[in-house]
């Protein structure tokens, strides 16, 4: 019986012309960036330490309630998502 021929197949090669702009690579981010993304999650940490220990004598504070857990954690979440854009 013979042999079925056997078909190469072409490799696959990507054309120098289509490279997406976002493909790039960036170089490394500022340090005011870092500054800036630090700053976001210490901020929420210190809202929620201060909530928790003084409250009692901050009345704005202590008005906002429940809400001082969204501001904390708003600003940590900010801080957090920066650090997606951080080379």
Known sequence: MPKSKVRKKKDYVIAPGTRTPGSVKAGPSSPLYVGVMLGFMLVGLLWLLVY?????DISWMNSLGAWNFLIGFGFMVVGLIMTMRWR
């Open 52 to 56: 928790y220990l003084a409250a009692e």
